[in-house]
Antibody, heavy 123, light 108 residues
Framework: EVQLVESGGGLVKPGGSLRLSCAAS????????MNWVRQAPGKGLEWVAS????????YYATSVKGRFTISRDNARESLDLQMDRLTDEDTALYFC?????????????????WGQGTLVAVS | SYELTQPQSVSVSPGQTASISCSGD??????VSWYLQKPGQAPVLVMY???KRPSGIPERFSGSNSGNTATLTIGGALAVDEADYYC???????????FGTGTKVTVL
């Protein structure tokens, strides 16, 4: 069974930093693109960042580019999101999400499955 | 930036058909996925590559995508289908994924 378990969320002051982690299991981690998607309280879904299996390609949403860094450790089967210079607009539930297919390029791919999320509050 | 627009809400009677639209410039040229999210839960994939149903998703869910509009259809809606629904695509020019604004589906 595929499992994605996020950790590292919490309360942080504006301008501060936080590092999120996602522990993956139940699939061949190194072959899948991994993603972070967030959801502000009462709002819709917002894609944050993606990283391909070998870390060859990394993509960021404009809203986080230059402040957030996505990375992965295939040996530990873990995904991280380093978040710096946080603002109150970064307050959200952050989901770790696997791309749906290991062989499908980004423009044809989808998000499945999703972790339960870890909450980040900037205040 | 690329935007996907969905109706804020859709209401449907039990057993009737609900259609949720997702509009974007030349959306028919891209693949679209759909997710449902119930309160307090993580999103769940219900459709990918326009019209493919993941295993475990009931046959009453179907999808299409043409022109500027993608549509998720729930044929014979049930109370359990009440949820927020989001469309999603990839925007190559900005190398980014985009989610729609979300649609709250009510079955009553």
């Amino acid at each position: 069974e595929v499992q994605l378990v996020e950790s590292g969320g919490g309360l942080v002051k504006p301008g501060g930093s936080l590092r999120l982690s996602c522990a993956a299991s139940g699939f061949t981690f190194r072959t899948y693109t991994m993603n972070w998607v967030r959801q502000a309280p009462g709002k819709g879904l917002e894609w944050v960042a993606s990283i391909t299996g070998t870390s060859s390609f990394i993509y960021y949403a404009t809203s986080v580019k230059g402040r957030f860094t996505i990375s992965r450790d295939n040996a530990r089967e873990s995904l991280d999101l380093q978040m710096d210079r946080l603002t109150d607009e970064d307050t959200a539930l952050y989901f770790c999400v696997r791309s749906g297919s290991p062989v499908t390029p980004e423009d044809n791919n989808w998000f499945d499955p999703w972790g339960q999320g870890t909450l980040v509050a900037v205040s | 930036s690329y935007e996907l627009t969905q109706p804020q809400s859709v209401s449907v009677s039990p057993g009737q058909t609900a259609s949720i639209s997702c509009s974007g410039d030349k959306l028919g040229d891209r693949y679209v996925s759909w997710y449902l999210q119930k309160p307090g839960q993580a999103p769940v994939l219900v459709m990918y590559q326009d019209d493919k149903r993941p295993s475990g998703i009931p046959e009453r869910f179907s999808g299409s995508n043409s022109g500027n509009t993608a549509t998720l259809t729930i044929g014979g809606a049930l109370a359990v289908d009440e949820a927020d629904y989001y469309c999603q695509t990839w925007h190559g020019l900005s190398s980014s994924y985009v989610f729609g604004t979300g649609t709250k589906v009510t079955v009553l």
